[in-house]
């Protein structure tokens, strides 16, 4: 197994001895390296030495006075984003807390692109030593968002980006993209379905996000989803689950359901509620899940032993955005658990 995701920034982070990983200097100091952090030619003295004193120091205290002495307005809010999310790392201390503490309070001020991040080196720490590139790849779901296409009633997802990338371009960057503007026909490119028999292609390919997973039901996709989200719920909450795809829900004492995304709970509340859904509504509901703990003494004592019903949809764009920190707020779990 070669290694991957790199981008993640796992290598710049430490586990601690519960597995969690351990915000570190040289993690932070990554977000201080980026595009918009880094001074440019406009950029003032003040802020240029405020960042080397940040690149030296990650952990330093920045007061507002003097980012009010920055010149560039722009440059002001990129510093105060940046903090303050360095802030709740460095708080939090791990990355993993960081991320649950985040949907436990009232208000997330964070970009959600520091919140995909976060969820992309968590899944790195989840998967190091994972054999099977399929649960890698199921594992962009939770941090990426997939366009969905439905050939001969398949369920094919691709990195929602990659799509629009190759439609803009046909696969050939800046040269497709001027190709493009002259009217100049290319030829398109086909992403590669992973199964069984190609999966290994994934971890050479892991960063580019440029293969596509079968998650109609019964596939190995959908397993590796599957296991990957029990995966996600051991790790944080310490609890054993089983998760499986199921085709209908026949329940007459179904208690309770969480959607893996927007749509999925909006559909779930529905059929709990016994409203019909259209056909429009039926077409964006991809997938139904059944969710059980191993041990019926790690739910809530009123709803012991019962599953619980978990929904994937897309959107009317044909486009899934998981949202895994469902599975971390919603689930009934003991209070001792």
């Not at 970009?111 to 991040?117: A, K, R």
């Amino acid at each position: 197994m070669a290694d991957f995701w790199r981008a993640s920034g796992y290598h710049l982070l430490r586990r601690n001895d519960d597995g969690w990983l351990a915000v570190t200097g040289s993690y932070l100091r990554a977000y201080f390296n980026r595009p918009e952090m880094r001074p440019v030619a406009e950029s003032c003295d003040v802020e240029r030495a405020a960042h080397a004193a940040l690149l030296e120091n990650p952990r330093m205290e920045v007061a507002e006075a003097r980012l009010a002495e920055f010149a560039d307005a722009d440059a002001r809010d990129n510093w105060r984003v940046v903090l303050d999310f360095r802030d709740r790392l460095v708080e939090a201390g791990t990355v993993e807390a960081c991320y649950v503490g985040l949907f436990r309070s009232t208000a997330i001020s964070i970009p959600p692109l520091f919140i995909d991040q976060m969820a992309h080196v968590i899944l790195r720490n989840i998967l190091d030593g994972c054999e099977d590139p399929l649960r890698a790849r199921a594992a962009e779901l939770l941090f990426r968002s997939q366009k969905v296409s439905q050939p001969d009633g398949a369920i094919m997802m691709a990195d929602e980006e990659t799509v629009a990338l190759h439609a803009e371009t046909g696969g050939f960057g800046d040269l497709g993209r001027l190709l493009a503007e002259a009217e100049v026909p290319t030829k398109s490119i086909e992403l590669d379905v992973l199964s069984d028999a190609n999966s290994a292609i994934y971890w050479a390919r892991s960063e580019k996000y440029d293969t596509v997973l079968d998650v109609s039901f019964a596939r190995s996709g959908l397993d590796a989803l599957c296991r990957t989200l029990e995966a996600w719920i051991r790790h944080f909450l310490s609890v054993e689950v089983s998760i499986q795809p199921v085709a209908h829900i026949r329940d007459e004492s179904w208690v309770w359901h969480i959607g893996l995304d927007a749509e999925g709970s909006a559909i779930l509340n529905d059929l709990y509620d016994g409203n019909e859904l259209d056909e429009d509504r039926l077409r964006r509901l991809l997938t139904l899940f059944r969710l059980t703990f191993r041990d019926a003494a790690e739910m809530r004592a009123d709803i012991a032993g019962r599953p619980v019903y978990l929904a994937m949809a897309m959107d009317g764009d044909n486009v899934v955005r998981l949202k895994p920190q469902n599975l971390l707020v919603n689930l009934p779990i003991a209070a001792s658990a």
